[in-house]
Every structure is written in C-alpha cells, then in structure tokens.
C-alpha cells in the first residue's frame, strides 16, 4: 500500500495522539496503530497526572520535589520546561474533553503522592489514561485531516535514502 501523508505518526498512546491533533492544523496525517486505537499502555494509567493547579503549589516547589524525587540525576532544564508546561498542557487536555474528578466545590479534587510535597495528582477515578486516551481519541476520530488506520505496521517507509535528497521540512510538491 502507498499512501502520501504530510505527517506519519506511529503509535496511539498520549504522545502520538496528542501529536497527530497538533500537526493536523498544518497538513494531512495518517496515524497507524498495531492494535486498535484505544489499546495503548496510556489506557491502562491507573494513578494521575501531575501539575501546579493551585496555590499554596508552585513550580519551584514541584520542580524540587521533582529534583529531590530523581536524586538529582534529573536533566533539570527538561524538569523545568516539563514542570514549568505541565498547567497549559492539562489545560488543552480538558479542552480536548478530558474529565478530571472535581469537589463539590467545582475545584479538581487533587492528590498527594509520594515524592510531591503539594496536592498537585489530577486523576479520574482510578482509571486516568483511560479517560485520557478516550478524550483523545474521540477528538483524533472527529478530525477531518486525519486519517486512523488500526491494526497495521510500518514496515517500509520512504526515507531521505530512499529518495536520494534531504528531507527536512514539507515541500511544494
């Protein structure tokens, strides 16, 4: 089978979809999936999701624990962009209609976990990828530049070898 796509993404977890829905705006995507869309390890995410959504958190604090969790071994500049990120980035995924649990109050009921100094876990239930993963796809299904295609392998793709030229950013053609 051939198939010419502005994006290819391999792959139906968080990354891949939430990829394929951001490049969407600039071209056509195929997205393959070996299994069907929803079979992903992102799907069976049992605990939450980490990010700075009230105060008394803040970045410094997350960002430490963060630090301190990882012994120090940490990349602190990734720590910092990922930590520094992580509100905007559950923002669109509530954009994207993911649903987090909520108090009474209609604040996100947040948890502690171990290695977090602050009440910073959003979860659904106890079945977070879960919800993740169905909010996504549904907006993956509903797009018209994408095109899913489950229960297929990338095997041969043509690459910059194949082609004799060097591949860096979309052409005219």
């Known amino acids: 089978m051939q198939k010419k796509v502005d994006f290819l993404v391999v792959g139906t977890g ?6 394929a829905l951001k490049v969407a705006e600039y071209g056509s995507v195929c997205l393959l999936s070996k299994n069907l869309i929803d079979d992903t390890a992102t799907s069976y995410a049992q605990g939450g999701i980490a990010a700075v959504m009230y105060s008394p958190d803040n970045y410094k604090k997350h960002i430490d624990d ?18 520094t990120e992580s509100t905007e980035r559950i923002v669109e995924l509530i954009e994207w209609g993911t649903h987090f649990d909520k108090e009474d109050s209609g604040k996100y009921s947040l948890s502690k ?47 910059q070898h194949h082609l004799g030229e060097m591949v860096t950013r979309a052409r005219k053609d």
């Open 14 to 19: 968080m990354a891949g979809l939430i990829y």
């Open 66 to 83: 963060t630090i301190n969790a990882g012994a120090g071994l940490n990349d602190e500049e990734i720590v910092r962009i990922t930590i």
């Open 113 to 159: 976990e171990g290695g977090h100094s602050e009440y910073r876990i959003l979860h659904h239930k106890d079945a977070t990828g879960y919800e993740i993963q169905r909010a996504l796809s549904k907006k993956i299904w509903e797009h018209p530049n994408i095109e899913v295609m489950e229960n297929h392998f990338a095997i041969d793709l043509i690459t």
